[in-house]
């Protein structure tokens, strides 16, 4: 039964997991995260033959969270060797590790080739030539996709549109590099082609972006079966679905994805060729909602006439993204829950940073020190982009759902601060 003026999240009272678990506290929703899971199959796997979802890890991926995405049937898309390993040691089956990144480094790439993992999207002028070393050391072939930048500009903040020319991202598709590389891809016996990748941006709502990049791919796929007769088999529409922070209208996977299926099976048609393969990579859409953070109030400033700053145990530590981004949340008071909101206040960190503010201007009802604050929709990039500044400790992580928790990921304690620290013998 959940009881009244408390905060409840996947069937948890909030305040009760911030006095089991202490705080701050990252809480994710198994139930919410599987939901997304279950629409992605029922709108775009289920109803599309030969597609995959590589879930994009760098939103969100401790071990726990591999594991509900390979029991889920999903693919992973990784950007390092940390989360190469991470995927390898949860037991993540390589065929369905993809590995995105525009440096890939010397070992990283020899980490997937060794493991055998699904996919390589080429990101660099001279990332072929290395990845062909290697697998001729390792005596391996690997699939590969070549990452496009479109030249489309998505509307979002500037930090998270990846697919304009100027970007460090992607192959320009006017270049004569992208050409040879394809060229030299497709005639390595190392090498087996694909096809193409693109990813113009994260948190996007307009499907508009979306449908001009792929015409731009589309024409690409013309040029190189015209150029070296060998057809794209397969095409990655990268990620970037947008999601609920404040009062954003969350699109549906279908307004994506539908149209840009449609446009894909009507130049095959024309084109007469067989449909690539269609492969998407979503992160923030998966595990944003399914994330809240949790804290404690303390500090209450009042400045007569220019605002009350609320402090909370955690910050820019926890969530960078409001100090970088300047994103926008919205919280409330998890014990006052049905409580009329009667002041405006500011929530802030702890970190020594004036930038350091994750709510300005938030109705609640009134504040006091003890208090149990929770921040929604901060599943991704909260936890995966946690630092530890001011040596504050990285917090833990609960796994809920029904009414049930486990942790999923340890909070930090002091000596993990100190863990790699050396004092030399001369000082
Ligand atoms: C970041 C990224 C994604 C995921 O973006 P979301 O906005 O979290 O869906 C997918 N693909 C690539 C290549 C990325 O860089």
Redesign the pocket.
Known sequence: MEEKNKLYFDGCDVTELAKEYGTPLYVMSETAIVGKFSQLKEEFLDKYENTRVAY?A??FFPMAMAKIAEREGMCV?V?SGGELYTALKAGFPPERIEF?GNNKLPDELRLAVKNGIGRI?VDGFSELERIEEICKEENRRISVLFRVTPGIKADSHDYIV?GKKDSKFGFPLDDEVLQDQISRAIQSEYIDFKGLHF?IG??LFDNGPYLQALDIILELTKKIREKFGVDVSEINF????GIQYIDEERKSYSYFLDPMMEKMEKFCREEGMERPAVVI?????IVGEAGISVYTIGQIKDIKGVRKYVSVDGGMTDNIRPALYQSLYTGVIANKADEEKTETVTICGKCCESGDILIRDLKVPEPEQGDIFAIFSTG?YGYSMASNYNRNCIPPVVLVKEGKSRLIVKGQDYEDLLRNDIIPEDL
């Open positions: 994009a760098k939103a898309d950007v995105n999207i990846t990813h994260s948190q990268g990620g970037g679905f990579e979503p992160g923030r859409s991704a």
